[in-house]
């Protein structure tokens, strides 16, 4: 019978990942769900006793880390500044209370689901994953993380341990809509998240969109982002164009075709700005 | 195979789990608290909501030995004796319930919003309900019980 493993040390953990054929195992709320129909014979890391992945800090330079252990009810009940309201509305949809209770920033992000909540409103806060393996750690911009559909950057050997958060993202207004079938636990058809920084006299200096489930993984629109700098925030709605969106690359399935995605996305970009001009 | 050691319902157990044995079915087939119910088995019905250390999670979706050393509360925990918990009143003086099925995931999920949050509003008690899905009594009743367990609580 394949083994169950969970180490309280951090270096026990590496030393174990190691080796290969290991699956890393926190919140569960991925990984059960995945097994129903078969159990595999897998050797199981369980990450949930090292405290290197638990709690949310600021640190000196003034951004925040976040633990990959930390579950999204932590994320709601943390006190967080207001660039951090999308991110705070994403952990309110991902599943129900119970899920919350359980799944983990890090298992949402290394899940890399196109439609996975926590990635937008990360994106949109300039958001590094922190990876660590026996043989040292890495940091990589989340956009260089998740790959594509249930593919990440992350090696064999290596453990996500934390998601920092850099102190100029932290200094603006954030928001996140998403669109679903229905209004609760349901997987989203598009989402999309959003922070922007201004003068006092409301002028856009740095702004940061991103959308899920509109392409195999997350993605920031850097043609829009471009296009607001400079602008007063109350006409941030009205530089969009549909060119902005031409790097989306919309699926249709089950919960929605590929042109009521891209129009959905394009909704919910305008009145993410709109929300975001009316935040003070 | 493992030995795992919980407190349920304020006793301690353990039992040697093969190590892929879910906590519900330790709960049900170890342990023969059947009044945990599985549904889905996807993480999404709530049919399987107990508490863990005091907060309510999915049974279906963490492994028997993922709940070592906690201290672990199902339906069978609420009543004392004969004496229902004001939540299991609630729900059968305003027949928060038909065919049953979902009511034991249902009662924890209340039990622990009622606890976390003591005067959630209808509007908050149906968010609550989100990951609890009942697929008779449209949740009306369901509301009413869990507003008046709100007072008796």
Known sequence: ?280 | MPTVSMTVNGKQVSGEVEGRTLLVEFLRENLRLTGTHVGCDTSQCGACVVHIDGNSAKSCSMLAIQANGTKVTTIEGLANGDELHPMQAAFKEHHGLQCGFCTPGMVMSAVDLVKKKPKASEHEIREWLEGNICRCTGYHNIVKAIQHAQQTM
């Open chain 1, 1 to 280: 019978m394949a083994a169950y493993l969970r180490p309280k040390r951090l270096e026990d953990a590496l030393a174990t990942m190691a080796e290969p054929g290991w699956v890393v195992l926190a919140g569960g709320t991925d990984h059960f769900p995945a097994r129903v129909t078969h159990t595999p014979d897998e050797a199981i890391l369980d990450v949930t006793a090292l405290s290197e992945l638990k709690g949310i800090d600021r640190m000196a330079d003034g951004g925040l880390r976040l633990g990959a252990g930390v579950t999204w009810t932590e994320v709601i009940e943390a006190a967080l500044p207001p660039a951090c309201d999308g991110l705070k509305a994403a952990a309110r949809e991902v599943g129900g209370v119970q899920i919350q209770n359980r799944g983990t920033i890090g298992g949402n992000l290394c899940n890399a689901s196109p439609a996975a909540d926590g990635v937008p409103p990360l994106l949109s806060l300039d958001a590094e994953v922190e990876l660590a393996s026996a043989s040292g750690t890495r940091r990589l911009p989340l956009g260089r993380f998740i790959l594509g559909n249930r593919h990440t950057a992350r090696r064999s050997n290596e453990l996500l341990v934390a998601v920092h958060l850099p102190a100029p993202a932290l200094e603006a207004t954030g928001r996140f809509l998403k669109l679903g079938a229905r209004r609760y636990l349901v997987i989203s058809i598009v989402m999309v998240a959003g922070t922007l920084s201004r003068t006092a006299d409301g002028t856009i200096v740095a702004a940061r969109l991103a959308v899920g489930a509109c392409s195999a993984a997350a993605v920031r629109l850097p043609a829009l982002e471009a296009a607001l700098i400079g602008r007063p925030v109350t006409e941030a709605a009205a530089a969009l164009q549909p060119s902005h969106l031409d790097l989306l690359r919309p699926i249709d399935d089950g919960r929605a075709d590929a042109p009521y995605r891209r129009h959905a996305a394009a909704t919910l970009v305008r009145r993410c700005l709109n929300e975001l001009a009316r935040a003070a």
